[in-house]
Nanobody, 124 residues
């Protein structure tokens, strides 16, 4: 059974930092693009960051550029979140694409697996 399991969420004050991790089991995702999405209460799920499996190219939503950093190794995908704001409060989901590149994954297409999410709450 293929699973993506997120961890690292929690409660943090505005201006603080968190590091999310996404671990894959059941198969390797080392040759596929990976990404992070989030869904705030009452809002639709939105793209946060993505990283390709070739050259580790990255892309970010404008709202998190300069504050969040996505990275990966052979086993996990990470999202380091700095300078957190209350508007970053959301459930964060890990996603595995179906290709090595991030072109379609950024728009929510070509995603083969989703994790169950980890809650990040930023207090003001």
């Amino acid at each position: 059974q293929v699973q993506l399991v997120e961890s690292g969420g929690g409660l943090v004050q505005a201006g603080g930092s968190l590091r999310l991790s996404c671990a894959a089991s059941g198969r390797t995702f080392s040759t596929y693009a990976m990404g992070w999405f989030r869904q705030a209460p009452g809002k639709e799920r939105e793209f946060v960051a993505a990283i390709s499996s070739i050259a580790y190219r990255t892309n970010y939503a404008d709202s998190v550029k300069g504050r969040f950093t996505i990275s990966r190794d052979n086993a996990k995908v990470y999202l380091v979140m700095n300078s957190l704001k209350p508007e970053d409060t959301a459930v964060y989901y890990c996603a595995a694409g179906t290709t090595p590149t991030i072109g379609t994954l950024m728009y929510g297409y070509g995603i083969e697996y989703w994790g169950e999410g980890t809650l990040v709450t930023v207090s003001s």
